[in-house]
Structures are given as structure tokens and as C-alpha cells.
């Protein structure tokens, strides 16, 4: 069993940046790929990136590709999400998650519990 904490969101203007963090509990972090999706109200919950489990593979949205960069440390048992070039587009409940190398949702096992980001114009 994995429990994701996300941490790191904010309020932020168009232009800026943050850096999202996903702290896993438990030993088998390292065998899991990690994904970050994003859902804005009124939306369906999208994908956004995942690395795979051992850090060297990651893919991205095309929205988000180029800005946004997917990475791990599996000694911390953590997964970072750095966005640049926030865009207000970019508003949404940001989810972190634990499964099998995927942009689907169906593919992953353990959800946290998401952190808002808000970029405003």
C-alpha cells in the first residue's frame, strides 16, 4: 500500500513557477511509476506527466510540454512536478499517483488527496 501527500501549490501569476511535491509512504515506491494529472472545475480529471519507476522515461501532455518537467528521488520517496510558464489554463486541483506507466487514470492504484494551483492573469 502507497499514501501520496501532494504539497506545494499556490496561488501564482501568469509568467511564475512552482514546484509541486508528492511524498509516498511505504517501501514499494520505487517499483511504482508516477503520473500527476489536473482537474479544473467543471472538467474531467486530465493527465499531465509520468516518470516511470526507475526515473529514466517520462511523458508529458502536449499542453504542458516544454513548461512542466516530471521528476523522482527514490531515496526522499518522492515525485516533483516544476511548472513553468504558469498559464491560467493551468488552474486545477493537481493529483499525484502510483501505478503502472500510463497517461491513463485507470492505470494507477494510489491517488493523493491534491493541491490547487491557481495562476492568475
Known amino acids: 500500500q502507497v499514501q501520496l501527500v501532494e504539497s506545494g501549490g499556490g496561488l501564482v501569476q501568469a509568467g511564475g513557477s512552482l514546484r509541486l511535491s508528492c511524498a509516498a509512504s511505504?517501501?514499494?515506491?520505487?517499483?511504482?511509476?508516477m503520473g500527476w494529472f489536473r482537474q479544473a472545475p467543471g472538467k474531467e480529471r486530465e493527465f499531465v506527466a509520468v516518470?516511470?519507476?526507475?526515473?529514466?522515461?517520462?511523458y508529458y501532455a502536449d499542453s504542458v510540454k516544454g513548461r512542466f518537467t516530471i521528476s523522482r528521488d527514490n531515496v526522499k520517496n518522492t515525485v516533483y512536478l516544476q511548472m513553468n510558464s504558469l498559464k491560467p489554463e493551468d488552474t486545477a486541483v493537481y493529483y499525484c499517483?502510483?501505478?503502472?506507466?500510463?497517461?491513463?487514470?485507470?492505470?494507477?492504484?494510489?491517488w493523493g488527496q491534491g493541491t490547487q494551483v491557481t495562476v492568475s492573469s
Open positions: 516518470i516511470s519507476w526507475r526515473g529514466s522515461t517520462a
Open positions: 499517483a502510483a501505478g503502472n506507466y500510463s497517461w491513463r487514470a485507470d492505470a494507477y492504484d494510489h
Open positions: 511505504g517501501r514499494t515506491f520505487s517499483t511504482y511509476a
